[in-house]
T-cell receptor
Framework: TQLLEQSPQFLSIQEGENLTVYCNSSSVFSSLQWYRQEPGEGPVLLVTVVTGGEVKKLKRLTFQFGDARKDSSLHITAAQPGDTGLYLC?????????????FGKGTRLSVIA | DAGITQSPRHKVTETGTPVTLRCHQTENHRYMYWYRQDPGHGLRLIHYSYGVKDTDKGEVSDGYSVSRSKTEDFLLTLESATSSQTSVYFC???????????FGPGTRLTVT
């Protein structure tokens, strides 16, 4: 059973379109991170959210942590080819101390010029 | 980039040979991790370390061992490589406080 479910698995859109990807769980998380990974490279941390309902913006990317801290979303406005990559969410389950982060399997985004 | 390097970056080896991958960090982080990444499986934790000589197994630890004799180095060893261990291996560190993980550039291992 995957603790963090990401959807969609694959997304192919035209440059300029908006999109949202989701990260869902039945567990409560102390914090949740989003990463972007490009081919041949390691995942790069984009943002960490820690408070229920928190919204963070990174240029055209908007990250939201659910009120109950069980889910998160990433919204990209006016997508560009440079946004292409694998987006991963990861989190620390609340009450598990220093156990390793749980990772979703990712959403692979392709933005076509 | 949290000062993480991995070596080698690419390796081709034959079935049955031993292989050691190295992860080196420069910022004295306590926690270090080894993952493998395969299509359809995402990132899977192999082993992790919470201090010098302190390690624990992840979800896919069979066939792998690790050692951490000093804070900055975390070694992953395949005692007898198999074709199923062909993968991309990532090392990561975890910062204290915000519990954020930062990844190294990866090692692409091919077992023929």
């Amino acid at each position: 059973t995957q603790l963090l479910e990401q959807s969609p698995q694959f997304l192919s859109i035209q440059e300029g379109e908006n999109l949202t990807v989701y990260c869902n769980s039945s567990s409560v998380f102390s914090s949740l991170q989003w990463y972007r990974q490009e081919p041949g490279e390691g995942p790069v941390l984009l943002v960490t959210v820690v408070t229920g309902g928190e919204v963070k913006k990174l240029k055209r990317l908007t990250f939201q942590f659910g009120d109950a801290r069980k889910d998160s979303s990433l919204h990209i406005t006016a997508a560009q080819p440079g946004d292409t990559g694998l987006y991963l969410c990861a989190g620390e389950v609340r009450g598990t101390g220093n156990t390793p982060l749980v990772f979703g399997k990712g959403t692979r985004l392709s933005v076509i010029a | 980039d949290a000062g993480i390097t991995q070596s080698p970056r690419h390796k081709v080896t034959e079935t049955g040979t031993p292989v050691t991958l190295r992860c080196h960090q420069t910022e004295n982080h306590r926690y270090m991790y080894w993952y493998r990444q395969d299509p359809g499986h995402g990132l899977r934790l192999i082993h992790y370390s919470y201090g010098v000589k302190d390690t624990d197994k992840g979800e896919v630890s069979d066939g792998y061992s690790v050692s951490r004799s000093k804070t900055e180095d975390f070694l992953l060893t395949l005692e007898s490589a198999t074709s199923s261990q062909t993968s991309v291996y990532f090392c990561a560190i975890r910062t204290s406080g915000r519990d954020e993980q930062y990844f190294g550039p990866g090692t692409r291992l091919t077992v023929t």
